[in-house]
């Protein structure tokens, strides 16, 4: 028998499938397909839409908004800047991933215009972005975390603690050992596999996957272990099954193990601890 946690992430898994939250991206198109995929295996539904034109109707209509900066350019920010104000209006959950924080100029003015402007449900990101959020010294190596950020004075759980309580959102750090955080309560998660690493996308999908929980509950610390759990979970299920074939066999058992993820399955295999 699992943690309360543990069980309540279990739970919402069904409350997914059931209600198929309508999820809006406005990502990057290096791994577009691979989150629409992803989301549809959890049983959610994904809509992608970046148009300043039609982002506050898309985001009228759906039940969670995702912005993803991992291919960010001049014309998608300010889609960005709209389509999260308008959710705010409707109270509808924005969770951010922001891909390379730290790593140039533009990424980083672009971050702190969205968290200055935008009330974000859910930041989930690797060490070094997260550092960054925090006012920390990062040495964000591309879309990865450097080893040195990793290896920081601070740990990732008092980074998370603090960011949240500051942001007044969920933190999620993801790496060898995720961790997340709303300011009052605080996981770790030991689920996963290293070869996560090798496929492109696998972070992205992570989000794709917050933001699908989010969709189906209002309790968005839950909506972010869960996620990142079942692509945990996943993760090692899928290397299990075709982790000998190749980053091509495992990137598509990875979306099979989603997609037959269950209740009972994720409370045998997840290893999520209260802090």
Known sequence: MGNNTTLKCAELISEVRSK???????????????????????GASPIMADDIGEVEDIVSISSVLVINIGTLNSRTINSMIAAGKKANELKIPVVLDPVGAGASPLRND???????EIKFSVIRGNMSEIRFISGLHASTRGVDASEADVKGTESGIQVAEELAEKLKCVVAITGAVDYVSDGI??????NGHPMLSSVTGTGCMC???IGSFCGATRDYFLGAVSGISSMGIAGETAFEKAGDMGTSSFRTALIDSISKLDSRYFESRSKIDEI
């Open 110 to 116: 672009t971050v702190n215009k969205l968290i200055s």
């Open 207 to 209: 989000t794709s996957l």
């Open 185 to 190: 309560r605080t996981v770790s998660i030991k």
């Open 20 to 42: 198929k939250p309508l999820v809006h991206h406005i990502t990057n198109y290096v791994t577009v397909n691979d989150c629409a995929n992803i989301v549809l295996a959890i």
